[in-house]
Structures are given as C-alpha cells and as structure tokens.
C-alpha cells in the first residue's frame, strides 16, 4: 500500500517570503503520478502542481515549483512570493498509474502572515 | 473549465433521516467520480469510486449500503446517507475526472458539510 506522510501540521511565513512544505511517499511502483492541492477555508480543493514520476524534470506553475527526488521518494513544494491568498491547507497525494485511487497525506496547514 | 458543483454546502438534519448530496460535472463529461470523506483536520479519505452506468466500488470498510452511490449519468453522481447517525457527521466532497486514465486530474467540488442531530 501507498502512504505519503507530510511531516509539518503547520506552517507559516510572512509575506513575500519563500516557503518549502515537505512530503514524503512509500511506494513500491515505477510509474505513478504526485500531486499538490490546496484547500482554502472555502474548502474547495484546488490543484496546484502535478509530477509524473517519469519526468525527471521538477514541475513548475508560476510560484509554486517541486522539488521531487524520486530515489529519496521525497516530493516538495516550494512556494515563492508568498502570497496571502496561498493561506491553506496544503495536500500532498500519490496515485499509481492506471490506478483510480488517489492517497493523500494529512495536510500541512500554511498561514502567510502580513 | 473543469466546474464540479455539489449540493447541498450544508445539510443539518435529525437522526435517522436519509440525505442525497449531488455531485455535478458542469463543464465536462465526467466518466469517473469519486466520493471522499474529510473529518477536521484531517485529509480525505476515499469512500468509493463510480464509473458511468456501472455499481460503484466502495474501500475497504465503507458500508455500501450505507452509503449509496449512483451515478446515472456523465455529469451527475449522488451519494445517498441512509438512516443517517451523528457518526456519519463530516464533510463529504466528491470530485470528478475527465476521460479515461489516470493521468487525467481530479477536480474537486466544494463539499457538503453534513450534521446529523
């Protein structure tokens, strides 16, 4: 079974500034996709940056970029400029290729400060 | 693109009643939804997943006949509580996919805040 552990319940950093919010994921598989959602206290669930594992380049939407290493099996998000908008709960999720279910971490909360 | 609209936002009923949440693709021919189930401040958990004109498959530890799902069409699943208890209060979000593999992304609705009295 895939796990993916975010090992930060909370996070803040004041505005403008750059953040880096962790994620870690166990998996057995090859081929398989991450994934950064971001629920604002709207609780919509919003996509914010995708990874295919077998891309070794590191995904980048505007801000938000990753860092992932996929022999440490570590997928960060790095989010520049800090925005006030970017407060969040912040998910991490894996899914296998080919596979419908998608496992998310517990959630890193992030609060941008002004 | 790519709108998921849910209803109810919030539901408060009594104990016992039974309540549908509707799970629309606005946009989009969606041919797989899913069902998740969010406690506070916790992460989601995947209830089950419904295919177009096919019975839902529900995880492991989901009461199927708890939790009906029907998905009759390429934009409309629900997800029916039934006999509801305060147990199944939580916030239910379900979300949709766009054509086949799962390289396609999930788009999320805004979720039903259910509390059973």
């Known amino acids: 079974a895939q796990t993916v552990t975010q090992s930060q319940p909370e996070m803040s950093v004041q505005e403008a500034e750059t953040v880096t919010l962790s994620c870690t994921y166990d998996t057995s598989e090859s081929n398989y996709y991450l994934f950064w959602y971001k629920q604002p206290p709207s609780r919509q669930m919003i996509l914010v940056i995708r990874?295919?594992?077998?891309?070794?380049q590191n995904a980048t939407e505007n801000r938000f970029s990753v860092n992932f290493q996929k022999a440490a099996k570590s997928f960060s998000l790095k989010i520049s400029d800090s925005q006030l908008g970017d407060t969040a709960m912040y998910f991490c999720a894996f899914m296998k290729h080919g596979d419908n279910d998608m496992r998310f971490g517990a959630g890193t909360r992030l609060t941008v400060k002004p | 693109g790519a709108v998921v609209s849910q209803h109810p936002s919030r539901v408060i009923c009594k104990s016992g009643t039974s309540v549908k949440i509707e799970c629309r693709s606005l946009?989009?021919?969606?041919?797989?939804m899913f069902w998740y189930r969010q406690f506070p401040k916790q992460s989601l958990m995947l209830m089950a997943t419904s295919n177009e004109g096919s019975k839902a498959t529900y995880e492991q530890g989901v009461e199927k006949d708890k939790f009906l799902i029907n998905h009759a069409s390429l934009t409309l699943s629900t997800l029916t509580v039934t006999s509801a208890h305060p147990e199944d209060s939580s916030f239910y979000i379900c979300?949709?996919?766009?054509?086949?593999?799962?390289?396609?992304?999930?788009?999320f609705g805004d979720g039903t805040r259910l509390s059973i009295l």
């Open positions: 979300s949709a996919r766009t054509g086949q593999g799962s390289n396609q992304p999930q788009h």
């Open positions: 990874q295919e594992a077998y891309k070794q």
């Open positions: 946009d989009f021919q969606a041919t797989t």
